[in-house]
C-alpha cells in the first residue's frame, strides 16, 4: 500500500505547474468580467447623475427668469391679480374655494352662467390664463401655482386638487406643495436677497401622478408679492434616464418613500441586480442602477464555466489515467511475485536450500523495499509574500485622499466662509451627528489626516466633495488651482489601481 501512494504521488506531481496556471488564468478570467461589468454600471450611474443635475440646472434657470417677469408679478400682485380677484369672491375662504372649483372644474368647460361673485376673478383669469399655457407649453414644466401671502393657491393651470386649497390649513399640511410653501416662507425669515430663494421638493405623487415642484418667491418692485410654485412632471425625468439605458443596464427613478415611480416588468426584476439608491446632490433625488450581469458581461461567463468545465474534465482525467497505470503496473509486479513463489515451492528441495528462497522472495529485505517518494523530490516551497511597488502606490493613493479633502475645505471655508458641517449637509455626502449640543461630522474628520483614513476609504464620496466645492465656488485663485491638481493627482491613482 505504500508503494501504490507513493506512485500515485509522483504522477500527480507533474500536473501541479498545470493546475496553477489553469486555476490563475481563470482567476484572471473572473476579474476582468467583474471590472468590466462594474465599469459599465458605474458609466451608467454617472452617467444619470449628470444628466439629473443638468435637468434641474435648466429647470432652475427657466424658473428664475418666469419668476422675475413683470407678467407674473402683476398676475399675483396684490392690488389688481389673481389675490385681491380670489378675495373678492366671499369672505368665507371655504366658500370662495367651492364657487372657484365648481366653476373651473379639471377638465371642464366652465358653465355659461357664472356665480354673481365671480366676474371679478373670470376678468383676471381671461387675461392671464392663455398666456400661462403658452409659457409653460415651452418649458419642462406642466403646471403653474400661484399662492399669496395667507397661503392661499389662487391660480392654478392644470386645476388639480391644489386649486383654490388654503395650505396653511391642517388638511392640507402634508400636500407637497404645502411642504415647500413652508420652505420659502421660513427661508424668507432668514434671508436679506429673497431672489436667491428657491425651493426643490423631492420626487413626491402630486394627485394621481409623480413630480417635483420647484418654488420660489415673486419679487415686483423690490417686495415680494407671493409664492409661484412650477411642477415638473417625473415623466421628463424618466425619459431623460430612459436615452441612457442600454442592454443590461436601467435606470429607476424613486420617490421620497423609497418606491419605484414606474414598476418594473416582473420578467427583468428576476434577473436584475439593484446598484444604490444613490443620491444626487441639493434635491435629495433618489435612483437605483439594475443590472443583469448575464448581459454586461458580455457571454464572458459562458466561457468562463465552459473553460471551468473542460479543465475539470482534463485534470480529472489525467489523474484517472495515471492512477490506472500505477494500479495496473502494482497489480502485474505482485502478480509475477506470486507465480515466481509457487514454481519454486514446486522444485524439489537440495538440502532446504531452495525451499528457503521463496520465503526469501516473498518477504523482500529492508534494503529492498520499495520507497514510497523518490529520493531526490522536494515539495515546492509557498511564495512568500512581497511589498513592492503596489504597496507604495497604494500609500501614495491614501496620503491623495487626504490632500483633496483638505485642499477641499480649506478652499470651501476661505470662499464661501461656511465650515465643515455646511459643506456636510449642503453637499449631502457626509452624515451630521448631534454629540450632545453641537454637531459633529464624524466621518469627514476621519479623511483628514492619514493616520485615521478608513482602511477602506470611499474614495467616491471624496471626489465628489471636491467637485462639489469647485463648482459652488467658482472664483478663480491659488487655492482653486491647488485643489484642482490634487484632484487630478488622485484620479491619476485611481487609474493606477484600476477603479475608474
Do not use: K
Given at each position: 500500500m505504500?508503494?501504490?501512494?507513493?506512485?500515485?504521488?509522483?504522477a500527480v506531481v507533474p500536473l501541479l505547474p498545470v493546475i496553477?496556471?489553469?486555476?490563475?488564468?481563470?482567476?484572471?478570467?473572473?476579474?476582468?468580467?467583474?471590472?468590466?461589468?462594474?465599469?459599465q454600471i458605474e458609466i451608467a450611474e454617472t452617467?444619470?447623475?449628470?444628466d439629473l443635475t443638468t435637468i434641474v440646472d435648466f429647470a432652475?434657470?427657466?424658473?428664475?427668469a418666469?419668476?422675475?417677469?413683470?407678467?407674473?408679478?402683476?398676475?399675483?400682485?396684490?392690488?389688481?391679480?389673481?389675490?385681491?380677484?380670489?378675495?373678492?369672491?366671499?369672505?368665507?375662504?371655504?366658500r370662495a374655494a367651492a364657487l372657484l372649483r365648481s366653476y373651473y372644474g379639471k377638465g371642464q368647460t366652465p358653465p355659461q352662467e357664472m356665480p354673481p361673485s365671480l366676474p371679478a376673478y373670470a376678468s383676471v383669469h381671461d387675461r392671464f390664463h392663455a398666456s400661462f399655457q403658452g409659457l409653460i407649453a415651452s418649458t419642462l414644466f406642466d403646471d403653474l401655482y400661484l399662492i399669496d401671502h395667507f397661503g392661499r393657491v389662487v391660480y392654478s393651470l392644470q386645476k388639480d386638487q391644489n386649486f383654490a386649497a388654503d395650505l396653511t390649513q391642517p388638511r392640507s399640511r402634508d400636500q407637497p406643495l404645502a411642504e415647500v410653501y413652508r420652505e420659502v416662507m421660513a427661508r424668507l425669515q432668514q434671508t436679506e436677497d429673497p431672489s436667491k430663494i428657491l425651493v426643490v421638493s423631492g420626487i413626491k405623487r402630486i394627485e394621481e401622478t409623480y413630480g417635483v415642484l420647484l418654488a420660489r418667491p415673486v419679487i415686483q418692485h423690490g417686495s415680494v408679492e407671493g409664492i409661484v410654485a412650477f411642477r415638473l412632471p417625473a415623466s421628463a425625468l424618466s425619459e431623460r434616464l430612459?436615452?441612457?439605458?442600454?442592454?443590461?443596464?436601467?435606470?429607476?427613478?424613486?420617490?421620497?418613500k423609497g418606491t419605484p415611480v414606474q414598476a418594473t416588468p416582473v420578467a427583468d426584476?428576476?434577473?436584475?441586480?439593484?446598484?444604490?439608491?444613490?443620491?444626487?446632490?441639493?434635491?435629495?433625488?433618489?435612483?437605483?442602477?439594475?443590472?443583469?450581469?448575464?448581459?454586461?458581461?458580455?457571454?464572458?461567463?459562458?466561457?468562463?464555466?465552459?473553460?471551468?468545465?473542460?479543465?475539470?474534465?482534463?485534470?480529472?482525467?489525467?489523474?484517472?489515467?495515471?492512477?490506472?497505470?500505477?494500479?495496473?503496473?502494482?497489480?502485474?509486479?505482485?502478480?509475477?511475485?506470486?507465480?515466481?513463489?509457487?514454481?519454486?515451492?514446486?522444485?524439489?528441495?537440495?538440502?532446504?536450500?531452495?525451499?528457503?528462497?521463496?520465503?526469501a522472495l516473498a518477504e523482500l529485505p529492508p534494503g529492498e523495499a520499495e520507497p514510497t517518494v523518490d529520493a531526490d523530490y522536494v515539495e515546492p516551497a509557498a511564495p512568500s509574500d512581497s511589498l513592492g511597488d503596489e504597496f507604495e502606490a497604494s500609500e501614495g493613493y491614501r496620503r491623495s485622499l487626504v490632500e483633496v479633502m483638505t485642499l477641499a475645505l480649506d478652499y470651501w471655508q476661505k470662499t464661501k466662509h461656511k465650515g465643515k458641517i455646511e459643506l456636510a449637509e449642503e453637499s449631502g455626502l457626509w452624515r451630521v451627528y448631534m454629540d450632545r449640543s453641537s454637531l459633529q461630522t464624524r466621518t469627514l474628520d476621519k479623511y483628514l489626516l492619514?493616520?485615521?483614513?478608513?482602511?477602506?476609504?470611499?474614495?467616491?464620496?471624496?471626489?465628489?466633495?471636491?467637485?462639489?466645492?469647485?463648482r459652488n465656488a467658482p472664483q478663480p485663485s491659488p487655492d482653486r488651482e491647488q485643489l484642482v491638481a490634487a484632484l487630478a493627482s488622485l484620479k491619476y491613482h485611481l487609474r493606477q489601481v484600476e477603479r475608474v
Open positions: 505504500l508503494g501504490l501512494h507513493g506512485r500515485a504521488s509522483r496553477a496556471v489553469f486555476f490563475t488564468a481563470l482567476l484572471a478570467l473572473a476579474n476582468i468580467i467583474e471590472q468590466r461589468t462594474q465599469f452617467s444619470a447623475g449628470h432652475r434657470s427657466q424658473s428664475a418666469f419668476a422675475s417677469t413683470s407678467f407674473i408679478g402683476y398676475s399675483i400682485g396684490r392690488y389688481y391679480g389673481f389675490a385681491p380677484a380670489y378675495a373678492q369672491i366671499s369672505p368665507d375662504p371655504d430612459a436615452a441612457l439605458q442600454r442592454p443590461g443596464v436601467r435606470i429607476m427613478l424613486l420617490d421620497s426584476s428576476v434577473r436584475e441586480a439593484t446598484y444604490g439608491p444613490s443620491i444626487l446632490p441639493e434635491t435629495g433625488w433618489h435612483y437605483l442602477i439594475l443590472a443583469d450581469r448575464s448581459a454586461l458581461d458580455g457571454g464572458l461567463w459562458l466561457w468562463f464555466i465552459f473553460l471551468c468545465l473542460l479543465g475539470a474534465g482534463g485534470i480529472g482525467g489525467s489523474l484517472l489515467l495515471n492512477w490506472r497505470q500505477v494500479t495496473a503496473a502494482m497489480s502485474a509486479r505482485s502478480g509475477g511475485r506470486v507465480a515466481l513463489s509457487m514454481s519454486l515451492t514446486a522444485t524439489p528441495s537440495m538440502g532446504g536450500l531452495v525451499s528457503a528462497q521463496p520465503m492619514v493616520e485615521t483614513l478608513p482602511r477602506n476609504p470611499r474614495w467616491r464620496d471624496v471626489v465628489r466633495t471636491a467637485e462639489y466645492v469647485l
